[in-house]
């Protein structure tokens, strides 16, 4: 009798026990020392690049401090080989890390596979879904951006450039765009924003599009901007082409005209230089809010894992860059219809184009079309 009452008294604190470990909040699954810190671990990649991956150092970087009695950060560069990208998750995983968050859609295959492997650990990822239907990853918080809207935006501006009376400004009415990367809707999403952006303002305005086939080549990405503007009329070059971007920035300024840079205020990494001037405004991308905001999240219990979320204006997660440079080169009335659309994008007035929605053939037509 005393051995069942002792088996049965075993199995009650062992269900107990079940209960309460799948019950704890994120702050509990660290231990309960009050003074222990979670630790939040950055696998980014091409820091420096004025762009994307600055962004998202930024936001952790602002998180460790906002949160700073709560949270230990810490900020990995990972290769820029890509293949080994795997290898940093896996040491992050294996490591003392509470939440890892990393990038794009390079790192989306690899947590399909590898945060089942490690269920204690919590995951974001940011700019690509993973399929939660096929792989589970219940630990994982996915987010993308409504990139669509920040190149709607950047359309209207460069629109308004390449007819305003502003220094270098020629009268054909072309606009440009280079891109990093080819047949990737991330990318793709700034295009088919900024042609219909601009057609809002100029209906028919053509556009220049390039790529440069990588994020890594300024050389190429300067080459093909050159190109832009001295053979095919273009005042004004969307720039979305990560570290490749800082090459076309240089294009614009060396022989007098404009770019629109992208994710983060790049006029602002250029502060004092003279690229500066060159910098009309930039789409932006909000890696850094969108990394805050989650870890804010985090905190609280209130982060979606297991879910993919879409960012937005309406969640500050893009805009345009209204600073002095763009004042300067902007008019009172035109800032007052860029606000207006941005309101009708928030009420939902404004419905454009999203290249996750249509196939590379689609976008080629809408790239034909402004031709």
């Given at each position: 009798m005393k051995k069942r009452l002792l088996i049965l008294t075993l199995v009650i604190v062992i269900t107990l026990s079940f209960v309460v470990g799948c019950g704890k909040s994120n702050n509990e699954a660290v231990g309960n020392n009050p003074d222990k810190k979670i630790k939040v671990t950055l696998l980014g990649a091409q820091f420096g690049d004025k762009s994307y991956w600055d962004s998202s150092k930024t936001g952790i970087e602002i998180a460790g401090e906002k949160f700073k009695d709560k949270i230990e950060i810490n900020v990995v560069d990972m290769s820029p080989d890509r293949t080994k990208w795997k290898d940093a998750l896996i040491e992050a995983s294996e490591g003392d890390s509470d939440l890892i968050i990393t990038g794009t859609w390079d790192q989306e295959e690899n947590l399909e596979e590898l945060a089942p492997i490690y269920p204690d650990k919590k995951y974001i990822l940011f700019d690509s879904p993973v399929d939660y239907a096929k792989y589970g990853c219940e630990n994982v918080y996915s987010m993308g951006y409504k990139a669509n809207e920040s190149g709607y935006l950047a359309g209207m501006v460069a629109a308004y450039m390449t007819t305003s009376k502003n220094n270098g400004i020629n009268e054909a009415k072309t606009i440009g765009f280079v891109g990093g990367m080819d047949n990737t809707p991330i990318i793709n999403d700034f295009l088919v924003g900024y042609i219909?952006?601009?057609?809002?303002?100029?209906?028919?305005?053509?556009?220049?599009?390039?790529?440069?086939?990588?994020?890594?080549?300024?050389?190429?990405?300067?080459?093909?901007?050159?190109?832009?503007?001295?053979?095919?009329?273009?005042?004004?070059?969307?720039?979305?082409?990560?570290?490749?971007?800082?090459?076309?920035?240089?294009?614009?300024?060396?022989?007098?005209?404009?770019?629109?840079?992208?994710?983060?205020?790049?006029?602002?990494?250029?502060?004092?230089?003279?690229?500066?001037?060159?910098?009309?405004?930039?789409?932006?991308?909000?890696v850094d809010n969108s990394i805050i905001n989650s870890i804010n999240k985090y905190l609280n219990d209130t982060l979606a894992f297991g879910k993919y979320e879409v960012l937005g204006i309406n969640e500050e997660a893009i805009g345009i860059v209204k600073n002095d440079i763009f004042k300067s080169y902007v008019d009172a009335d035109f800032i007052s219809k860029i606000e207006e659309s941005e309101k009708q994008l928030m009420d939902g007035q404004i419905n454009i184009t999203s290249a996750f929605d249509i196939d590379q053939e689609q976008v080629k037509k809408m790239v034909d079309s402004v031709q």
């Open positions: 219909e952006g601009a057609q809002s303002v100029v209906p028919d305005i053509k556009v220049a599009v390039s790529y440069v086939g990588s994020f890594t080549d300024p050389a190429k990405a300067k080459e093909l901007a050159l190109a832009q503007f001295n053979s095919m009329n273009v005042d004004i070059i969307f720039s979305v082409a990560g570290a490749s971007g800082t090459g076309t920035i240089e294009a614009a300024s060396e022989i007098g005209k404009y770019v629109i840079g992208v994710d983060s205020d790049q006029s602002a990494l250029y502060e004092g230089r003279k690229e500066q001037s060159a910098i009309v405004t930039s789409a932006l991308k909000r």
